[in-house]
Protein backbone atom coordinates (compact mmCIF):
# COMPACT_ATOMS: atom_id res chain seq x y z
CA UNK A 1 0.00 0.00 0.00
CA UNK A 2 1.39 3.22 -0.98
CA UNK A 3 1.76 5.68 1.64
CA UNK A 4 1.09 8.56 -0.10
CA UNK A 5 1.46 12.59 1.25
CA UNK A 6 -0.33 15.23 0.89
CA UNK A 7 2.70 17.27 -0.65
CA UNK A 8 2.61 20.40 -3.12
CA UNK A 9 3.30 18.94 -6.55
CA UNK A 10 4.51 21.61 -8.41
CA UNK A 11 6.30 21.76 -11.56
CA UNK A 12 4.64 18.94 -12.76
CA UNK A 13 2.58 18.69 -15.85
CA UNK A 14 -0.72 17.42 -15.72
CA UNK A 15 -3.03 17.16 -19.13
CA UNK A 16 -6.29 18.32 -17.39
CA UNK A 17 -7.55 20.06 -14.02
CA UNK A 18 -8.99 17.25 -11.62
CA UNK A 19 -9.06 16.85 -7.85
CA UNK A 20 -6.64 13.40 -8.20
CA UNK A 21 -3.91 14.57 -6.17
CA UNK A 22 -1.08 12.22 -7.40
CA UNK A 23 -1.60 13.31 -10.94
CA UNK A 24 1.42 14.76 -12.05
CA UNK A 25 3.68 13.48 -14.15
CA UNK A 26 7.25 14.38 -15.59
CA UNK A 27 8.94 13.69 -18.96
CA UNK A 28 10.38 10.88 -20.15
CA UNK A 29 12.83 12.21 -22.04
CA UNK A 30 15.81 10.75 -20.57
CA UNK A 31 14.26 7.41 -20.42
CA UNK A 32 16.66 4.44 -21.11
CA UNK A 33 14.33 2.43 -23.56
CA UNK A 34 10.97 3.36 -24.95
CA UNK A 35 10.04 0.57 -27.92
CA UNK A 36 7.20 1.74 -29.99
CA UNK A 37 3.67 1.02 -29.41
CA UNK A 38 2.18 -2.68 -30.36
CA UNK A 39 2.88 -6.29 -29.73
CA UNK A 40 4.64 -8.67 -31.73
CA UNK A 41 6.96 -11.69 -31.38
CA UNK A 42 9.93 -9.49 -32.04
CA UNK A 43 8.62 -6.82 -29.01
CA UNK A 44 8.77 -10.54 -26.65
CA UNK A 45 12.36 -11.10 -27.71
CA UNK A 46 13.82 -8.00 -27.71
CA UNK A 47 11.98 -7.03 -23.76
CA UNK A 48 13.87 -10.88 -23.13
CA UNK A 49 17.41 -9.73 -25.11
CA UNK A 50 17.15 -6.28 -22.49
CA UNK A 51 17.12 -7.75 -19.75
CA UNK A 52 19.97 -11.06 -20.95
CA UNK A 53 17.46 -13.64 -19.84
CA UNK A 54 18.34 -17.67 -20.58
CA UNK A 55 16.65 -19.13 -23.20
CA UNK A 56 14.24 -21.09 -21.31
CA UNK A 57 12.60 -18.07 -20.33
CA UNK A 58 12.54 -16.60 -23.48
CA UNK A 59 10.55 -19.96 -24.56
CA UNK A 60 7.81 -19.54 -21.99
CA UNK A 61 7.63 -15.94 -23.45
CA UNK A 62 6.61 -17.05 -26.76
CA UNK A 63 4.46 -19.64 -25.81
CA UNK A 64 2.43 -17.04 -24.00
CA UNK A 65 2.83 -14.47 -26.81
CA UNK A 66 1.13 -16.97 -28.79
CA UNK A 67 -1.67 -17.79 -26.29
CA UNK A 68 -2.06 -14.49 -25.89
CA UNK A 69 -3.41 -14.12 -29.68
CA UNK A 70 -5.74 -16.90 -29.48
CA UNK A 71 -7.98 -16.12 -26.31
CA UNK A 72 -10.57 -14.05 -26.53
CA UNK A 73 -10.87 -10.85 -24.38
CA UNK A 74 -13.34 -11.50 -21.82
CA UNK A 75 -16.91 -10.58 -22.33
CA UNK A 76 -18.40 -11.49 -19.14
CA UNK A 77 -17.23 -8.67 -16.68
CA UNK A 78 -16.17 -5.17 -17.48
CA UNK A 79 -16.35 -3.68 -21.12
CA UNK A 80 -13.01 -4.07 -22.12
CA UNK A 81 -13.71 -3.49 -26.17
CA UNK A 82 -12.10 0.32 -25.97
CA UNK A 83 -8.47 -1.43 -25.02
CA UNK A 84 -6.28 -0.64 -28.48
CA UNK A 85 -3.32 -3.50 -27.81
CA UNK A 86 -1.67 -1.63 -30.87
CA UNK A 87 -0.96 2.00 -29.17
CA UNK A 88 0.88 0.57 -25.79
CA UNK A 89 3.96 1.05 -25.05
CA UNK A 90 5.15 -2.66 -23.77
CA UNK A 91 8.78 -1.74 -21.76
CA UNK A 92 9.78 1.55 -20.63
CA UNK A 93 13.33 1.86 -18.92
CA UNK A 94 13.38 5.20 -16.76
CA UNK A 95 16.93 4.84 -15.52
CA UNK A 96 20.09 2.48 -16.20
CA UNK A 97 18.86 0.27 -13.09
CA UNK A 98 17.92 -0.55 -9.90
CA UNK A 99 19.86 2.16 -6.65
CA UNK A 100 20.19 0.66 -3.62
CA UNK A 101 21.04 4.50 -1.93
CA UNK A 102 17.86 7.17 -2.31
CA UNK A 103 20.96 9.06 -2.56
CA UNK A 104 21.76 7.34 -6.39
CA UNK A 105 18.21 7.43 -7.61
CA UNK A 106 18.01 10.24 -10.69
CA UNK A 107 16.87 13.65 -9.50
CA UNK A 108 13.31 13.47 -11.03
CA UNK A 109 12.59 9.64 -10.53
CA UNK A 110 13.23 10.61 -6.95
CA UNK A 111 11.20 13.49 -6.50
CA UNK A 112 8.27 11.42 -8.04
CA UNK A 113 8.53 8.68 -5.25
CA UNK A 114 9.23 11.29 -2.54
CA UNK A 115 5.84 13.01 -3.37
CA UNK A 116 4.42 9.41 -2.57
CA UNK A 117 6.12 9.26 0.47
CA UNK A 118 8.76 6.32 0.01
CA UNK A 119 11.27 7.34 2.17
CA UNK A 120 9.13 8.51 5.50
CA UNK A 121 7.71 4.88 5.17
CA UNK A 122 10.61 3.67 4.60
CA UNK A 123 12.70 4.95 7.52
CA UNK A 124 9.84 4.64 10.00
CA UNK A 125 7.32 1.40 9.22
CA UNK A 126 9.15 -1.19 6.39
CA UNK A 127 11.64 -3.60 6.53
CA UNK A 128 12.20 -3.01 2.64
CA UNK A 129 10.63 -1.17 -0.18
CA UNK A 130 10.87 -1.55 -4.08
CA UNK A 131 9.98 1.37 -6.20
CA UNK A 132 8.99 0.79 -9.66
CA UNK A 133 8.55 3.63 -12.53
CA UNK A 134 6.39 1.92 -15.41
CA UNK A 135 8.88 -1.22 -16.47
CA UNK A 136 11.17 -1.25 -14.11
CA UNK A 137 11.74 -1.32 -10.71
CA UNK A 138 14.37 2.08 -10.11
CA UNK A 139 15.17 1.57 -5.87
CA UNK A 140 15.37 -1.30 -3.53
CA UNK A 141 16.61 -1.77 0.15
CA UNK A 142 16.25 -4.41 2.94
CA UNK A 143 17.16 -4.00 6.16
CA UNK A 144 20.17 -5.37 7.78
CA UNK A 145 18.03 -7.58 10.22
CA UNK A 146 16.49 -9.29 7.63
CA UNK A 147 19.19 -9.63 5.60
CA UNK A 148 20.94 -11.37 8.14
CA UNK A 149 18.17 -13.75 8.42
CA UNK A 150 18.01 -15.36 4.57
CA UNK A 151 15.29 -13.18 3.59
CA UNK A 152 15.42 -11.78 -0.35
CA UNK A 153 13.68 -9.15 -1.25
CA UNK A 154 14.69 -8.18 -4.31
CA UNK A 155 13.41 -7.06 -8.30
CA UNK A 156 11.90 -9.99 -10.35
CA UNK A 157 14.47 -9.36 -12.51
CA UNK A 158 16.94 -9.66 -10.03
CA UNK A 159 15.74 -12.76 -8.76
CA UNK A 160 15.84 -14.47 -11.98
CA UNK A 161 19.28 -13.58 -12.27
CA UNK A 162 20.33 -15.16 -8.79
CA UNK A 163 18.39 -17.73 -8.22
CA UNK A 164 17.34 -19.03 -11.80
CA UNK A 165 16.69 -22.65 -10.92
CA UNK A 166 13.96 -21.94 -7.59
CA UNK A 167 12.43 -19.02 -9.93
CA UNK A 168 12.33 -21.88 -12.61
CA UNK A 169 10.58 -24.19 -10.27
CA UNK A 170 7.71 -21.55 -9.25
CA UNK A 171 7.71 -19.48 -12.43
CA UNK A 172 4.25 -20.36 -14.10
CA UNK A 173 2.89 -22.95 -11.93
CA UNK A 174 0.35 -21.30 -9.84
CA UNK A 175 -0.50 -19.16 -12.46
CA UNK A 176 0.23 -20.56 -16.16
CA UNK A 177 -0.32 -18.37 -19.07
CA UNK A 178 -3.07 -20.18 -20.85
CA UNK A 179 -4.86 -19.37 -17.31
CA UNK A 180 -6.37 -16.00 -18.99
CA UNK A 181 -5.93 -13.67 -21.92
CA UNK A 182 -4.16 -11.25 -19.29
CA UNK A 183 -1.96 -13.80 -17.84
CA UNK A 184 -0.50 -14.60 -20.98
CA UNK A 185 -0.23 -10.97 -21.77
CA UNK A 186 1.84 -10.73 -18.48
CA UNK A 187 4.08 -13.95 -19.53
CA UNK A 188 4.78 -12.39 -22.53
CA UNK A 189 5.92 -9.06 -21.72
CA UNK A 190 6.26 -9.19 -17.47
CA UNK A 191 9.34 -6.59 -16.52
CA UNK A 192 10.27 -5.72 -12.95
CA UNK A 193 7.99 -6.92 -9.81
CA UNK A 194 9.49 -8.47 -6.71
CA UNK A 195 11.05 -11.70 -5.86
CA UNK A 196 10.37 -12.79 -2.12
CA UNK A 197 11.76 -15.97 -0.32
CA UNK A 198 11.04 -16.10 3.41
CA UNK A 199 13.71 -19.14 5.17
CA UNK A 200 11.86 -21.28 7.62
CA UNK A 201 11.20 -20.23 10.65
CA UNK A 202 11.62 -16.52 9.97
CA UNK A 203 9.44 -13.87 10.99
CA UNK A 204 9.26 -10.53 8.53
CA UNK A 205 7.79 -8.33 11.49
CA UNK A 206 7.71 -5.37 9.77
CA UNK A 207 6.06 -4.94 6.32
CA UNK A 208 7.91 -5.32 2.86
CA UNK A 209 6.29 -2.69 0.74
CA UNK A 210 6.22 -2.29 -3.14
CA UNK A 211 5.09 1.10 -4.86
CA UNK A 212 3.89 0.65 -8.92
CA UNK A 213 3.62 4.19 -10.25
CA UNK A 214 3.04 4.51 -13.83
CA UNK A 215 4.35 8.07 -15.36
CA UNK A 216 3.86 7.65 -19.03
CA UNK A 217 1.15 8.00 -21.51
CA UNK A 218 -0.28 4.63 -23.23
CA UNK A 219 1.59 2.64 -20.31
CA UNK A 220 1.95 -0.77 -20.16
CA UNK A 221 2.93 -1.94 -16.76
CA UNK A 222 3.30 -5.47 -16.74
CA UNK A 223 5.08 -6.94 -12.85
CA UNK A 224 5.38 -10.08 -12.26
CA UNK A 225 5.88 -11.12 -8.32
CA UNK A 226 6.90 -14.39 -6.59
CA UNK A 227 6.53 -15.05 -3.28
CA UNK A 228 7.97 -18.33 -1.22
CA UNK A 229 7.43 -18.39 2.12
CA UNK A 230 8.73 -21.20 3.80
CA UNK A 231 7.63 -23.52 6.72
CA UNK A 232 6.77 -21.75 9.43
CA UNK A 233 7.99 -18.59 8.53
CA UNK A 234 5.53 -15.11 7.90
CA UNK A 235 5.46 -11.66 6.12
CA UNK A 236 3.32 -8.89 5.37
CA UNK A 237 3.80 -7.78 2.05
CA UNK A 238 2.11 -4.30 1.35
CA UNK A 239 1.70 -2.51 -2.61
CA UNK A 240 1.03 0.55 -3.64
CA UNK A 241 -0.39 1.78 -7.00
CA UNK A 242 -0.55 5.44 -8.93
CA UNK A 243 -0.77 7.10 -12.10
CA UNK A 244 -0.30 10.48 -13.96
CA UNK A 245 -3.90 11.89 -14.94
CA UNK A 246 -3.29 11.31 -18.52
CA UNK A 247 -6.57 11.49 -20.97
CA UNK A 248 -5.24 8.31 -22.90
CA UNK A 249 -5.88 5.20 -21.56
CA UNK A 250 -3.07 2.79 -20.03
CA UNK A 251 -2.99 -1.06 -19.43
CA UNK A 252 -1.72 -2.35 -15.81
CA UNK A 253 -1.95 -6.12 -16.21
CA UNK A 254 0.18 -7.95 -12.63
CA UNK A 255 0.61 -11.88 -12.53
CA UNK A 256 1.47 -12.54 -8.75
CA UNK A 257 1.81 -16.40 -7.47
CA UNK A 258 2.16 -17.08 -3.78
CA UNK A 259 3.49 -20.19 -2.56
CA UNK A 260 2.74 -20.73 1.07
CA UNK A 261 4.55 -23.52 2.90
CA UNK A 262 3.18 -25.97 5.58
CA UNK A 263 2.72 -23.77 9.06
CA UNK A 264 3.35 -20.87 7.15
CA UNK A 265 1.50 -17.18 7.04
CA UNK A 266 1.59 -14.49 4.31
CA UNK A 267 -0.76 -11.52 4.10
CA UNK A 268 -0.60 -9.44 1.41
CA UNK A 269 -2.29 -5.89 0.94
CA UNK A 270 -2.91 -3.93 -2.08
CA UNK A 271 -4.14 -0.29 -1.83
CA UNK A 272 -4.91 0.83 -5.93
CA UNK A 273 -5.27 4.28 -6.17
CA UNK A 274 -5.34 4.56 -9.74
CA UNK A 275 -6.10 7.59 -11.99
CA UNK A 276 -9.83 7.17 -13.86
CA UNK A 277 -7.39 6.33 -17.16
CA UNK A 278 -6.69 2.96 -15.97
CA UNK A 279 -7.24 -0.38 -17.61
CA UNK A 280 -6.47 -2.54 -13.92
CA UNK A 281 -6.35 -6.40 -15.30
CA UNK A 282 -4.65 -8.33 -12.34
CA UNK A 283 -4.27 -12.45 -11.64
CA UNK A 284 -3.32 -13.40 -7.91
CA UNK A 285 -3.12 -16.56 -6.57
CA UNK A 286 -1.76 -18.80 -3.59
CA UNK A 287 -0.75 -22.06 -3.31
CA UNK A 288 -1.32 -22.73 0.87
CA UNK A 289 0.13 -25.95 2.56
CA UNK A 290 -0.98 -27.80 5.50
CA UNK A 291 -2.32 -25.77 8.76
CA UNK A 292 -0.67 -22.78 6.55
CA UNK A 293 -2.40 -19.47 6.36
CA UNK A 294 -2.92 -16.51 3.24
CA UNK A 295 -4.96 -13.79 3.83
CA UNK A 296 -5.77 -11.10 0.75
CA UNK A 297 -6.40 -7.50 1.85
CA UNK A 298 -7.65 -5.71 -1.26
CA UNK A 299 -8.95 -2.10 -1.27
CA UNK A 300 -9.63 -0.77 -4.74
CA UNK A 301 -9.86 2.57 -5.78
CA UNK A 302 -9.39 4.54 -8.95
CA UNK A 303 -8.99 2.79 -12.60
CA UNK A 304 -11.76 3.33 -15.47
CA UNK A 305 -11.88 -0.82 -14.96
CA UNK A 306 -10.79 -3.34 -12.64
CA UNK A 307 -11.00 -7.07 -12.69
CA UNK A 308 -8.96 -8.41 -9.56
CA UNK A 309 -10.12 -12.03 -7.95
CA UNK A 310 -7.30 -13.08 -6.18
CA UNK A 311 -7.74 -16.46 -5.00
CA UNK A 312 -6.02 -19.11 -2.58
CA UNK A 313 -6.00 -23.21 -3.61
CA UNK A 314 -6.35 -24.37 0.10
CA UNK A 315 -3.97 -27.45 -0.61
CA UNK A 316 -2.83 -29.32 2.44
CA UNK A 317 -4.88 -30.38 5.76
CA UNK A 318 -5.95 -27.82 7.62
CA UNK A 319 -4.86 -24.70 5.39
CA UNK A 320 -6.57 -21.11 5.97
CA UNK A 321 -7.87 -18.95 3.38
CA UNK A 322 -9.35 -15.20 3.94
CA UNK A 323 -10.05 -12.48 1.92
CA UNK A 324 -10.95 -8.67 3.02
CA UNK A 325 -12.32 -6.56 0.11
CA UNK A 326 -12.82 -3.02 -0.38
CA UNK A 327 -14.05 -1.43 -3.47
CA UNK A 328 -14.80 2.08 -4.22
CA UNK A 329 -16.42 3.01 -7.68
CA UNK A 330 -17.38 6.34 -9.35
CA UNK A 331 -18.45 8.23 -12.07
CA UNK A 332 -17.61 6.09 -15.37
CA UNK A 333 -15.74 3.47 -13.19
CA UNK A 334 -16.41 -0.12 -12.84
CA UNK A 335 -14.78 -2.10 -10.04
CA UNK A 336 -15.56 -5.73 -11.25
CA UNK A 337 -13.47 -7.85 -8.13
CA UNK A 338 -14.06 -10.65 -5.93
CA UNK A 339 -12.50 -14.07 -5.30
CA UNK A 340 -11.48 -17.44 -5.89
CA UNK A 341 -11.67 -19.84 -3.08
CA UNK A 342 -10.80 -23.62 -3.96
CA UNK A 343 -10.69 -26.08 -1.17
CA UNK A 344 -8.26 -29.67 -2.29
CA UNK A 345 -7.77 -30.98 1.27
CA UNK A 346 -10.03 -31.80 4.61
CA UNK A 347 -10.24 -29.73 7.67
CA UNK A 348 -9.66 -26.19 5.15
CA UNK A 349 -11.23 -23.21 5.89
CA UNK A 350 -11.68 -19.86 3.97
CA UNK A 351 -14.06 -16.57 4.88
CA UNK A 352 -14.68 -13.61 2.21
CA UNK A 353 -15.41 -10.30 3.39
CA UNK A 354 -16.09 -7.95 0.56
CA UNK A 355 -17.38 -4.40 0.67
CA UNK A 356 -18.55 -1.86 -2.03
CA UNK A 357 -19.35 1.64 -1.99
CA UNK A 358 -20.87 3.06 -5.64
CA UNK A 359 -21.13 6.64 -6.17
CA UNK A 360 -22.22 9.44 -9.08
CA UNK A 361 -23.34 6.53 -11.37
CA UNK A 362 -20.00 3.95 -10.84
CA UNK A 363 -20.57 0.45 -10.97
CA UNK A 364 -19.42 -2.47 -8.02
CA UNK A 365 -19.49 -6.15 -8.76
CA UNK A 366 -18.69 -8.83 -6.49
CA UNK A 367 -17.51 -12.38 -8.88
CA UNK A 368 -16.42 -15.29 -6.28
CA UNK A 369 -16.11 -18.94 -7.08
CA UNK A 370 -16.22 -21.25 -3.85
CA UNK A 371 -15.09 -24.88 -5.41
CA UNK A 372 -15.20 -27.59 -2.79
CA UNK A 373 -13.42 -30.47 -3.89
CA UNK A 374 -14.38 -34.16 -3.37
CA UNK A 375 -11.56 -35.15 -0.82
CA UNK A 376 -12.56 -31.52 1.05
CA UNK A 377 -14.63 -33.11 3.84
CA UNK A 378 -14.96 -30.86 6.97
CA UNK A 379 -14.18 -27.94 5.35
CA UNK A 380 -15.71 -24.65 5.95
CA UNK A 381 -16.34 -21.52 3.91
CA UNK A 382 -18.17 -17.67 4.46
CA UNK A 383 -18.83 -15.37 2.18
CA UNK A 384 -20.20 -12.00 3.34
CA UNK A 385 -20.60 -9.17 0.39
CA UNK A 386 -22.15 -5.64 1.91
CA UNK A 387 -22.84 -3.20 -0.62
CA UNK A 388 -23.36 0.63 -0.15
CA UNK A 389 -25.10 2.53 -2.92
CA UNK A 390 -24.78 6.61 -2.36
CA UNK A 391 -27.40 7.97 -5.05
CA UNK A 392 -29.86 6.50 -7.33
CA UNK A 393 -27.86 6.36 -10.07
CA UNK A 394 -24.96 3.95 -9.08
CA UNK A 395 -25.33 -0.05 -9.54
CA UNK A 396 -23.81 -2.99 -7.16
CA UNK A 397 -24.00 -7.05 -8.61
CA UNK A 398 -23.62 -9.92 -6.78
CA UNK A 399 -22.39 -13.14 -9.03
CA UNK A 400 -21.49 -15.66 -6.29
CA UNK A 401 -20.45 -19.54 -7.89
CA UNK A 402 -20.20 -22.74 -5.36
CA UNK A 403 -19.26 -25.91 -7.11
CA UNK A 404 -19.37 -28.24 -4.18
CA UNK A 405 -17.77 -32.23 -4.60
CA UNK A 406 -18.54 -33.00 -1.05
CA UNK A 407 -21.36 -33.12 1.19
CA UNK A 408 -19.77 -33.13 4.70
CA UNK A 409 -19.08 -29.39 4.15
CA UNK A 410 -20.25 -26.44 5.86
CA UNK A 411 -20.95 -23.29 2.39
CA UNK A 412 -22.58 -20.26 3.84
CA UNK A 413 -23.43 -16.98 1.67
CA UNK A 414 -24.98 -13.23 2.55
CA UNK A 415 -25.05 -10.39 0.92
CA UNK A 416 -27.02 -7.40 1.15
CA UNK A 417 -27.14 -3.58 -0.27
CA UNK A 418 -28.09 -0.82 1.40
CA UNK A 419 -28.25 2.95 1.01
CA UNK A 420 -27.28 6.14 3.18
CA UNK A 421 -30.76 6.36 4.94
CA UNK A 422 -32.26 10.06 5.59
CA UNK A 423 -32.50 9.15 9.02
CA UNK A 424 -29.02 8.51 9.43
CA UNK A 425 -28.28 11.50 7.88
CA UNK A 426 -30.70 13.54 10.26
CA UNK A 427 -29.29 11.99 13.40
CA UNK A 428 -26.06 13.01 12.82
CA UNK A 429 -26.75 16.26 11.42
CA UNK A 430 -29.03 17.45 14.32
CA UNK A 431 -25.94 17.03 15.99
CA UNK A 432 -23.71 19.59 14.25
CA UNK A 433 -22.51 17.42 11.50
CA UNK A 434 -22.53 18.84 7.75
CA UNK A 435 -23.97 16.46 5.61
CA UNK A 436 -20.97 16.13 3.61
CA UNK A 437 -19.29 15.10 7.01
CA UNK A 438 -21.70 12.59 7.82
CA UNK A 439 -21.65 10.93 4.74
CA UNK A 440 -17.95 10.56 5.43
CA UNK A 441 -18.77 9.02 8.96
CA UNK A 442 -21.11 6.77 7.51
CA UNK A 443 -18.66 5.08 4.73
CA UNK A 444 -15.57 5.20 7.60
CA UNK A 445 -18.15 3.14 9.65
CA UNK A 446 -18.84 0.56 6.51
CA UNK A 447 -16.03 -0.14 6.08
CA UNK A 448 -14.11 -0.02 9.55
CA UNK A 449 -13.85 -3.81 9.77
CA UNK A 450 -11.21 -4.10 7.00
CA UNK A 451 -9.34 -0.77 7.72
CA UNK A 452 -8.81 -2.43 10.91
CA UNK A 453 -6.55 -5.18 9.52
CA UNK A 454 -4.21 -2.74 8.56
CA UNK A 455 -1.38 -1.64 10.30
CA UNK A 456 -1.79 1.68 12.07
CA UNK A 457 -0.33 4.10 10.08
CA UNK A 458 -1.95 2.25 6.69
CA UNK A 459 -5.36 2.35 8.43
CA UNK A 460 -5.02 6.09 9.18
CA UNK A 461 -3.86 6.63 5.18
CA UNK A 462 -6.49 4.29 4.02
CA UNK A 463 -9.32 6.27 5.94
CA UNK A 464 -7.80 9.61 4.46
CA UNK A 465 -7.62 8.32 0.95
CA UNK A 466 -11.62 7.42 1.49
CA UNK A 467 -12.36 10.99 2.84
CA UNK A 468 -10.95 12.14 0.27
CA UNK A 469 -12.87 10.38 -2.72
CA UNK A 470 -15.54 10.90 -0.75
CA UNK A 471 -15.77 14.72 -1.25
CA UNK A 472 -17.85 16.62 -3.20
CA UNK A 473 -20.30 13.42 -2.78
CA UNK A 474 -23.02 15.17 -1.89
CA UNK A 475 -26.58 14.66 -4.71
Given at each position: MARFTTKKTKNFKTDSPDSY??????????????????????????????????????KIRLEAYKAFQTKQTPIWGADLSEINYEKIHYYLRPSKGQEKSWDDVPAEIKETFEKLGIPEAEREVLAGVKAQLDSEVVYGSLRDVWAK???????????????PDLVKEYFNKIIPFGDNKFSALNTATWSGGCFVYIPKGVHVKMPLQTYFRINSANAGQFERT????????????????????????????????????????????????????????????????????????????????????????????????????????????????????????????????????SKGGGRTSYRGLVNVGPHAHDSK?????????????????????????????????????????????????????????????????????????????????MNRLIDHEMEGSIG
Open positions: EYGFSYSTDSYKYILKPGLNEGVVKEISGIKNEPEWMLDGVVFLSMDEGLAQYLIIIDEGASVHYLEGCTAPNFSSSSLHAAVVEIYVKKGARCQYTTVQNWYKNIYNLVTKRAYVEEEAEMIWTDFNMGSKVTMKYPAFVLAGKGARGEVLSMALAGAGQHQDTGTKSIHLAPHTSSSVVSKSINTVICDALLLDENSRADTYPINKIFNSNVEIQHEATVSKIGDNQLFYLMSRGVTEEQARKMIVNGFIDDLVRKLPMEYAVE
